[in-house]
């Protein structure tokens, strides 16, 4: 069946403005995860979706990064007035439910803020 | 200090060699453990899970020790498909499936 997938695949953008990043999960899993992974460094979670709501936001950077689940499906991050920093991939995880459950991952969003 | 603390570095071995890589992990009350596998400029993807009492998948071991908060893999007849880099992962065990990753390490297995 089909796996994880994220859009785009690549974005380059300039400092200051703002980003989508989509992530369509495997179909019945009602749990999604978003991490990004910058150069050299490991895996930082950003933010954790069960159904449409995010039991978890603790790992989002500032208030300038936000995202929304819907229909308990789809899930895009926002990250509004893009800094350099921001630069990194952005990768989506699905899982059948919460817990210790297997992880699948999408195959990232290579975000470069200019 | 970092949830999971892992050595990057890279370990450079010739095919057929044993190599093993070890991880600590900072919280006690951590309950799940894995190791995931990550090719260059590709998403990580479950290794194998690692059980209290050790586990076995081909040529590949885990082992953990609660004790001392230490994981460890160990792969056997190293192949030059092994080359990745090794993530080690570490769930709390709550409802909410955060993963906490190692940094990894990087492996490299030459002919």
């Known amino acids: 069946g089909a796996g994880v997938s994220q859009s785009p695949s690549n974005k380059v953008t300039e400092k200051g403005k703002d980003v989508e990043l989509r992530c369509d999960p495997i179909s019945g899993h009602t749990a999604l995860y978003w991490y990004r992974q910058s150069l050299g460094q490991g895996l930082e979670f950003l933010i954790y979706?069960?159904?449409?709501?995010?039991?978890?936001k603790s790992g989002l950077p500032s208030d300038r990064f936000s995202a929304e689940r819907t229909g308990g499906s789809v899930s895009t991050l926002t990250i509004q007035r893009t800094q350099q920093e921001d630069s990194a991939v952005y990768l989506c995880?699905?899982?059948?439910?919460?817990?210790?459950?297997?992880?699948?991952f999408g195959p990232g969003t290579r975000l470069t803020v200019t | 200090r970092k949830e999971v603390e892992q050595d990057p570095g890279p370990f450079n071995v010739p095919e057929g060699a044993t190599v093993a890589f070890n991880c600590t992990y900072s919280n006690s009350a951590s309950q799940s453990f894995f190791w995931y596998r990550q090719d260059c400029r590709k998403e990580p993807k479950l290794l194998m899970s690692v059980y209290s009492s050790g586990n076995e998948d081909g040529r590949f071991t885990a082992q953990l020790n609660r004790a001392s908060q230490y994981i460890s893999l160990l792969i056997r007849d190293s192949k030059l498909s092994d080359s990745a880099t090794y993530l080690c992962?570490?769930?709390?065990?709550?409802?909410?499936?955060?993963?906490?990753f190692g940094r990894g390490t990087q492996l490299t297995v030459w002919p």
């Open positions: 995880a699905s899982s059948l439910g919460g817990g210790p459950s297997e992880q699948y």
């Open positions: 979706f069960q159904g449409n709501s995010a039991p978890d």
């Open positions: 992962v570490v769930n709390r065990g709550s409802t909410l499936g955060r993963l906490y």
